[in-house]
């Protein structure tokens, strides 16, 4: 069979996609890993003691915009690099106005008169935070590589990269209902350490699992 012939063969047997699957299915993928990263926490490091008293607290509220704010934008990057040809920098480009954000904030907090700044940046939990964000990410990057390689990605280090980033502020922020911490220091050091380490991972594993 000649090769024109062989491709009008392939065509005819293609079969539209419908309306929004894709989307859907991210958003299943999301929903998924969420739920995984949620049961990782719960039945291994589980829910800080005064997780009522904390939900009203500043610091659990700095955390949890922060995350999920870069959460959302990770989750933009992946939608984007699901489609060829998509244009992946106005998340990217945004992205720098959460970090902006808390970089300004834990400078206010570390040049208030009589700050703690070691406690400020280390807390107590500073060795074992940036690996108990990636380990509560993993459901969630597993999840979000299962999406993408139904998608369409072309550029797979980047697709990877936004997987990442996406599953890490998404583990931050399932994390953030352990971790006792609620210094803007230390949220913008360690938890994001813990993000980008799950992004390099991303960024690492996408080239050779998001091939086609």
């Known amino acids: 069979m000649r090769t024109d012939e062989l491709i009008a063969d392939l065509s005819a047997r293609l079969e539209p996609v419908r309306y929004g699957a894709l989307r859907r299915m991210l958003m299943l993928a999301v929903f998924l890993g969420l739920v995984g990263s949620t049961v990782l926490m719960l039945s291994t490091i589980g829910l800080r003691h005064d997780f009522a008293r904390a939900m009203v607290s500043f610091g659990m509220w700095t955390k949890l915009v922060y995350t999920f704010t870069i959460a959302v934008l990770g989750l933009w990057l992946v939608d984007r690099a699901g489609h060829p040809g998509a244009d992946m920098g106005p998340p990217a480009r945004i992205l720098l106005l959460p970090v902006l954000a808390i970089a300004i904030l834990a400078a206010a907090q570390l040049l208030t008169p009589g700050a703690d700044m070691k406690g400020l940046v280390l807390g107590h939990s500073s060795r074992v935070c940036a690996f108990l964000v990636t380990m509560t990410a993993f459901p969630t990057l597993v999840a979000t590589f299962w999406a993408l390689r139904r998608m369409a990605p072309t550029r797979l280090t980047l697709a990877g990269l936004g997987a990442g980033l996406f599953a890490g502020a998404a583990g931050a922020f399932v994390y953030s209902f352990h971790c006792t911490e609620g210094s803007a220091p230390f949220i ?14 991303g960024g690492f594993l996408g080239r050779n699992l998001l091939r086609w």
């Open 188 to 201: 913008g050091i360690w938890y994001s350490l813990g993000i980008v380490l799950t992004t390099a991972i």
